[in-house]
Structures are given as C-alpha cells and as structure tokens.
C-alpha cells in the first residue's frame, strides 16, 4: 500500500501508521473470515517538502499499477483512488 498524507499537528507517523494497519487489518480480515497478520510491521516514510515533490510522488503512486503491468492506462486500474483536501478541508467522503 502506498500513501501520501499530512499529519495533522498534534498526529505522530508512528500513531497514524498504527491506525490504518489496525484498521485494514481489521476489514480485510473481516471479508476474508480470518483472524491473521495482514501488514509487515515497518513502514518507509519520505519527507515531501515542497508542491513539486508531492505531485512527484502522487505521479509515482498513481502510476505504480501501469509500473507493474496489471493495466495499459490508468483509467482501466479498477482499485485506485485518490482523495486531495487542502488541511483545513474535509475529504470529499
């Protein structure tokens, strides 16, 4: 799984990072009617510094699935999605 985001000021990466493997974990074990690890415990992070290094790095996630050969195009990678709120803005969902 690949991720960009921000912190929120008082969030901790480590804090962040344990919450969405808790809760993925958590679903896909639910789907697959299972109770076992799903995530490798450590994570790589990158610090993103400026707009043009974050739009790299959104090019490179988003592209990750063309990478790999599962699709010719984006548009036909049936499992990505992509969310983008400025700090202060709620996600559209």
Request: aromatic share 8%; glycine share 4%; net charge neutral.
């Amino acid at each position: 799984m690949h991720l960009a985001l921000q912190l929120a000021e008082d969030e901790t990466l480590s804090k962040t990072m344990n919450r969405i493997n808790s809760c993925t974990a958590i679903a896909v074990n639910r789907v697959l009617n299972r109770n076992v690890p799903v995530w490798q415990g450590a994570y790589h992070d990158h610090a993103l510094r400026d707009k043009a290094q974050l739009f790299a790095a959104i090019r490179y996630l988003v592209s990750n699935p063309i990478r790999a050969g599962l699709v010719q195009k984006l548009g036909d990678y049936p499992y990505w999605n992509i969310a983008i709120a400025e700090p202060d803005e709620a996600l559209p969902y």
